[in-house]
């Protein structure tokens, strides 16, 4: 029961800051269009701030080494959900974009802002480093096949896709690390303390994109609640379930749930808006997901650590 509340008040404090962010732009205290500059310093600054102290921490070949089954378990989890999309979204909708915003969402959750934060403020930065690695999969499947599947666009995926500042930041901090070149004091406390902004300032742009639209619009759509329900429960549920039987390391369980246990994510928003597309069916995937999230993340971890 302790896990529960540990991380039933590690969610309440994130979803705190969600509502400070509707609250900023109901009241607009800050322009409209502050997410954009959110988004980027998310992106560009405090994300892979936070990916660097953590692996530039933690990572060792030895640490590498005995990850392979890690990432092996978390290639295998990406290619089913890949597979199984593309039905599960013509169940949820019949019109074709939202099936693409449904298709995205069922295989790439909020694994990155939410999904760093909580992990690094329940299980701590050892299990961060764990789930980092873990994550890198769907991180490269997320800036390439997964973005485009946002587009619609039908174009070929570009290298360039991939050349993000996460995917700088894991390749800079896996060669430090493993390299172990010595950082100068005041660098490393720079990435310290930017890595601390992410959390808070990654769950404030969540509320402040949901804060631009009607609640009461956004609480319509009803498969949503059933995509919820997939993204939430069904998807971690039976992946812990089918893990559980192959008698896993429990870190590798963990990093599992915690991955695909997350709500919707933003990304439904942000690149959809870039290419003048719909966004608010995005933004009700991420405020009802979030809502429900508070409670169903804190009872999986429950259960994991239970049967671990």
Known sequence: MQIFSVTLQQMLILFSMILLGVLFRR????????HITLARLENHLFMPALLLTTLIDKCTVSNLTSRISSLFFAIIILAATVLLSPCLARLLTKEPYEQQLCRYSIVTPNYSFMGNAIALGVFGEDFLFEYVIFTIPLTVFTYSIGINWLKSSGSNIRIRQLLSPVFFAIVIGILIGVSKIPLPGFLHSTLVSLS???????MFLTGFIIGGYPIKKL?????????SF????LIPGITGILLLLTHIHASI????VCMLGMPLGLNTIIIPAAYKKDTHTGAAMALISSIFSVITIPILFMLVHKYT
């Open 230 to 233: 997939f993204r939430l429960i």
């Open 196 to 202: 601390s902004c992410m959390s808070p300032l990654a």
């Open 219 to 227: 609480i319509q759509k009803k498969y949503i609640y059933v995509l």
């Open 27 to 34: 009241c607009h205290i800050i322009p409209d269009n502050t």
């Open 253 to 256: 369980l963990l990093c599992a």
